[in-house]
Antibody, heavy 123, light 106 residues
Framework: EVQLVESGGGLVQPGRSLRLSCSGSGLTTGDDAMSWVRQAPGKGLEWVGL??????????DYAASVKGRFTISRDDSKNTAYLQMNSLKIDDTAVYYC??????????????WGQGTLVTVSS | SYELTQPPSLSVSPGQTASITCSGDKLGDKNACWYQQKPGQSPVLVIY???KRPSGIPERFSGSNSENTATLTISGTQAMDEADYYC?????????FGGGTKLTVL
């Protein structure tokens, strides 16, 4: 059974950085594409970014709202994916979900989700 | 940028059929999928590649996608189906979600 567990959320001041982790079991992060999706309080789902599997070069894509500030990476030896968030803004306040992205060419859908971790950006 | 449009809310009586639409330019040329999210829970994939159901999703959930509209249909809607539903597609190397539809069963 696939399980994804996020950690690293918390309260952070605007302009600061935070790194979220996503530990996977029942899957191999290098063999799968992984993605982050966020949800601001009372709002809908917003895609953050994705890292492809090693077969596709481990390339990354990001939403325009976070491009240049957020970076997705992974450590396959730890079966863990990361979301490095820099220059955080108040609008980045959200629950951040880690997902496995299943390929359905030419795109992806998200078949497994973690429980989410709350990031609050506030002074 | 690409946009997907859903009705904000839909009400249905128990046992009736609920049809939730998702509109986008030439959406029928893309793979559409649907997620169910209940309060305080993570989203769950209920339909992928327009009409496929993941293991464990009841048969009363079905999907279609043609031209500019994808539709999630719930036949014989039950109280447990009350939730927010989001459509999703992929366009130009980005993931796009619809705004979500709150389904009320009453």
């Amino acid at each position: 059974e696939v399980q994804l567990v996020e950690s690293g959320g918390g309260l952070v001041q605007p302009g600061r950085s935070l790194r979220l982790s996503c530990s996977g079991s029942g899957l191999t992060t290098g063999d799968d594409a992984m993605s982050w999706v966020r949800q601001a309080p009372g709002k809908g789902l917003e895609w953050v970014g994705l890292i492809t599997s090693n077969v596709y070069g481990g390339t990354t894509d990001y939403a325009a709202s976070v491009k240049g500030r957020f970076t997705i990476s992974r450590d396959d030896s730890k079966n863990t994916a990361y979301l490095q968030m820099n220059s955080l803004k108040i609008d980045d306040t959200a629950v951040y979900y880690c997902t496995r992205a299943a390929m359905a060419y030419p795109g992806y859908h998200f078949d497994y989700w973690g429980q989410g971790t709350l990031v609050t950006v506030s002074s | 940028s690409y946009e997907l449009t859903q009705p904000p809310s839909l009400s249905v009586s128990p046992g009736q059929t609920a049809s939730i639409t998702c509109s986008g330019d030439k959406l029928g040329d893309k793979n559409a999928c649907w997620y169910q999210q209940k309060p305080g829970q993570s989203p769950v994939l209920v339909i992928y590649q327009d009409r496929k159901r993941p293991s464990g999703i009841p048969e009363r959930f079905s999907g279609s996608n043609s031209e500019n509209t994808a539709t999630l249909t719930i036949s014989g809607t039950q109280a447990m189906d009350e939730a927010d539903y989001y459509c999703q597609a992929w366009d130009s190397d980005t993931v796009v979600f619809g705004g979500g539809t709150k389904l009320t069963v009453l």
